[in-house]
């Protein structure tokens, strides 16, 4: 039986996934666990802060992806952090998203497990290393982040709103009649916005459009309709 102290000393941790096996495969794992207790789960992403704000927890298993398709981690992620910085994010996610992935370890989460990667298979290992300040990333992960140079550049205020007017259905030269801004400038700008959003040039590819959805995707805009 462990006694009052030991229980006070256990880490706090709380999961959002949408598939019930893991969290229950995780929930389980915590209970036969000494040092580690299970203070709340979810479903979707959206709850993340809600989850945090009611229980406290030390260490937040995170998956990306939600049931409503609607989650956009990287701003309910920051407020987090932002507001509770007692607590420590850890994503476990089969998303693959190079871009996401960075941004995300940029706003300070402190690990990122890849489903499937050796390191989901003793996720509460994660949990302990994370909650003594080490960080905790897949293989895969670490090799990504440094093949692509690491943080990401991020966008300018400018460039958001261009994105904004983008999204709006605007064309470059009402753009810039808008942000009186030549529409060369708006050109150029565009360029490096798809740059900074890794939007390749291929066939099929409307790199406006493919903007437009990766900066909705990582919530650096507002979606439609707002």
């Known amino acids: 039986m462990l006694t009052r102290f030991a229980m006070e000393k256990r880490i706090r941790v709380a999961m959002i996934d949408d598939h019930y096996i893991m969290l229950s495969s995780v929930a389980n794992e915590a209970a036969r666990s000494s040092d ?91 949990v302990r290393k994370i909650h003594h300040g080490e960080m905790v990333l897949s ?41 009186d801004l030549s529409e060369r400038r708006i050109r150029n700008a565009l360029t490096v916005i798809y740059k900074k959003l890794e939007i390749e040039e291929g066939k099929g590819i409307n790199r406006r459009v493919a903007a437009i959805n990766k900066a909705r995707a990582l919530g650096l805009i507002p979606d439609e309709g707002i």
């Open 36 to 126: 580690i207790e299970m203070v709340g789960t979810a479903t979707d992403g959206n709850q993340l802060v809600q989850l945090v704000h009611e229980k406290h927890p030390d260490v937040v298993i995170l998956d990306l992806k939600t049931p409503k398709g609607n989650f956009k981690p990287l701003p309910v992620v920051r407020k987090v952090i932002k507001e509770y910085p007692e607590t420590h994010i850890l994503v476990l996610t089969g998303l693959d998203d190079d871009l996401l992935m960075r941004y995300l370890l940029t706003a300070g989460v402190r690990g990122y497990i890849l489903k499937g990667d050796e390191a989901s298979q003793n996720i509460l290992d994660a």
């Open 139 to 179: 293989n895969s992960v670490t090799q990504t982040y440094i093949h692509a140079g690491g943080a990401p550049t991020p966008l300018t205020d400018q460039e958001i709103e261009i994105l904004i007017y983008l999204a709006k259905g605007l064309e470059n030269e009402a753009i810039g009649k808008k942000m």
